[in-house]
């Protein structure tokens, strides 16, 4: 069983920057792939990044693509999201998950872990 943590949530302003981290425990994710979901208030969960076992994969949704950057620590069983050029439309909260397979997965369905969550604000 894998138990994932988000962390490095909260408020911005419109053109700022978060950095998220995501901490797995109960085994190692070393050989799964990630991945970073969103969800807005009314809105269902959107694919928003990847990344493959090894690091050397990855797919952003079209909406953060040159915005935000996926990479992973193995050694740290860790996963972050780096979001750059933040936008009011960024707003959400933000869920890590862990997928059975070693390469990039899109659909949350394919994931069998998930975090909780950490809330991202952006403020215009």
């Known amino acids: 069983q894998v138990q994932l943590v988000e962390s490095g949530g909260g408020l911005v302003q419109a053109g700022g920057s978060l950095r998220l981290s995501c901490s797995a425990s109960g085994r190692t994710v070393s050989d799964y792939a990630m991945g970073w979901f969103r969800q807005a208030p009314g809105k269902e969960r959107e694919f928003v990044t990847t990344?493959?076992?090894?690091?050397?994969?990855?797919v952003y949704a079209d909406s953060v693509k040159g915005r935000f950057t996926i990479s992973r620590d193995n050694a740290k069983n860790t996963v972050y999201l780096q979001m750059d050029s933040l936008k009011p439309e960024d707003s959400a909260r933000y869920y890590c998950?862990?997928?059975?397979?070693?390469?990039?997965?899109?659909?949350?369905?394919?994931?069998?872990?998930w975090g909780q969550g950490t809330q991202v604000t952006v403020s215009s």
């Open positions: 990344i493959s076992w090894s690091g050397g994969s990855t």
């Open positions: 998950a862990a997928a059975h397979f070693q390469r990039t997965r899109v659909r949350p369905g394919d994931y069998a872990y």
